[in-house]
């Protein structure tokens, strides 16, 4: 079965600074990476999403990067502030199965 | 902007109660899943729902947990009896199918903790 590895695990970035988070998967087959930011307390909010036929996804600060032949895919904030502060997780789905999540990373946005 | 809804937030419980969950999803949205996130990781999926059937369950422990939708709309995850490792956060999601891509919006989750 699918396989999301993500990396850092932690990530302390200072205000205005861009932050880049990467994750790789193993199963071919998957054609849909999004990324979910989740608040202490909350559900995962879907924040930008790429399918496989999309190699960069651009919405304001948040940008994703899909490179479909090293399995791998990227998340990159720029301009960083306070508010982006969170745990983000990248996810892998094939179509109609439900989605294989990395294991987060704490991103901390410092004033 | 609709959202998916969950009961209770928070439920705390003893190990062998019964304890139920809630979801009702954003309307128009056939698929519905549970998740269970356990602190410091990524959700898991217990079971998906296509309409009022199931599309895969194989990850839900069968012995102890039980999901339905019945009309096709909203759903209930129950434990019984809840063990202490049942402790997690349990999400509710729909997705709507958009290019052939099922897009997933989750809920607030319940907080369940078991003494």
């Known amino acids: 079965g699918e396989n999301v590895e993500q990396h850092p695990s932690t990530l302390s970035v200072q205000e205005g600074d861009s932050a880049v988070i990467k994750c790789t998967y193993s199963?071919?087959?998957?054609?849909?990476f999004p990324w979910y930011k989740q608040e202490l307390g909350k559900g995962p909010q879907l924040i930008i999403d790429?399918?496989?036929?999309?190699g960069e996804k651009k919405d304001q600060r948040i940008a994703v990067t899909l490179n479909k032949t090293a399995k791998h895919f990227s998340l990159h904030i720029t301009e960083t502030q306070p508010e982006d502060s969170a745990v983000y997780f990248c996810?892998?789905?094939?179509?109609?199965?439900?989605?294989?999540f990395g294991k987060g990373t704490t991103l901390s946005v410092s004033s | 902007e609709a959202e998916v809804a969950q009961s209770p937030r928070y439920k705390i419980t003893e190990k062998s109660q019964a304890v139920a969950f809630w979801c009702d999803p954003i309307?128009?949205?056939?698929?519905l899943y549970w998740y269970r996130q356990i602190l410091g990781q990524g959700p898991e999926l217990l079971v998906q729902?296509?309409?009022?059937?199931?599309?895969?369950d194989s990850q839900l422990p069968k012995d102890r947990f039980s999901a339905e939708r019945l009309k096709g709309v909203d759903s209930t995850l129950k434990i019984q009896p809840a063990e202490l490792g049942d402790s997690a956060m349990y999400l509710c999601?729909?997705?709507?199918?958009?290019?052939?891509?099922?897009?997933?919006?989750f809920g607030p989750g319940t907080r369940l903790t078991v003494t």
């Open positions: 729902f296509q309409d009022e059937s199931v599309v895969d």
């Open positions: 309307s128009g949205h056939a698929t």
């Open positions: 999601a729909s997705s709507l199918v958009v290019a052939g891509v099922y897009e997933q919006y």
């Open positions: 790429i399918r496989s036929n999309v």
């Open positions: 199963d071919s087959a998957s054609n849909y």
């Open positions: 996810a892998a789905q094939q179509a109609g199965t439900a989605l294989i």
